[in-house]
């Protein structure tokens, strides 16, 4: 069976400084990967996926994710964080029947 | 702008009450996801469609839960009895067809208080 783990419940950084969302996967064959976002009473929004292809995925609102194989990880990331990328963040594999596996969430705090 | 329209917005409902949300897919997708959103189990996968037909429901208590697709712009899911433990915020997500690569649509949910 397919799995999500995102180590960190919250992350907080500083405005402007670098930011990372941690997640590791477990999934047999390719892995289909996916972060999404949610801001307070909505619903989730895509922000990235990894197919196949360069590891390094660009997405919605400046971020990134690094894909890495050998150590099955896929860590969102942004150069300079804004107060704006304060939410609830949520990495997702998909399986060969096309539904997505999510991990439980990291809620990243961007303090002024 | 293309989105997913899940009603209602807010249910607060006692227990024993029979509830029915509702969700109206993006125009031209053919697969339909339930989600189910708590503080303790996070995201839970309760049922899934492809062309208006259950693939896999397993995810939710057969006993209380029913999912239906009467049309390809109507998805259903209902409680009944409900109970308190079904409070949640409950969404719909719905995909493109034809080469499918996982981009899920999310509607902005249904959050259900069973009192």
């Known amino acids: 069976a397919q799995s999500v783990a995102q180590p960190e419940d919250q992350v907080n950084v500083a405005e402007g400084n670098p930011l990372t969302v941690k997640c590791t996967y477990s999934v047999s064959g390719n892995p289909y990967l996916f972060w999404y976002v949610q801001y307070p009473n909505r619903g989730l929004q895509f922000l990235l996926k990894?197919?196949?292809?360069?590891?390094l995925v660009k997405g919605s609102y400046g971020f990134e994710a690094e894909f890495n194989k050998s150590q099955t990880s896929f860590h969102l990331k942004k150069p300079s964080a804004l107060v704006s990328d304060s939410a609830l963040y949520f990495c997702?594999?998909?399986?060969?029947?096309?539904?997505?596996?999510f991990g439980k969430g990291t809620k990243l705090s961007v303090i002024p | 702008d293309a989105r997913v329209t899940q009603t209602p917005r807010h249910k607060v409902t006692e227990m024993g009450q029979e509830v029915t949300m509702r969700c109206q897919p993006i125009?031209?997708?053919?697969?339909v996801f339930w989600y189910r959103q708590t503080m303790m189990q996070g995201l839970e996968l309760l049922a899934y469609f492809r062309n208006r037909a259950p693939l896999d429901d397993s995810g939710m208590p057969k006993d209380r839960f029913s999912a239906e697709m009467p049309d390809a712009t109507l998805a259903t899911l209902k409680i009944q009895p409900s109970e308190p433990r079904d409070s949640a915020v409950y969404f719909c997500a719905s995909g493109p067809s034809g080469s499918y690569t996982g981009e899920l649509f999310f509607g902005e949910g249904s959050r259900l208080t069973v009192l």
């Open positions: 997702a594999v998909r399986d060969m029947s096309y539904q997505l596996t």
């Open positions: 990894y197919i196949t292809g360069d590891n």
């Open positions: 125009l031209g997708h053919n697969t």
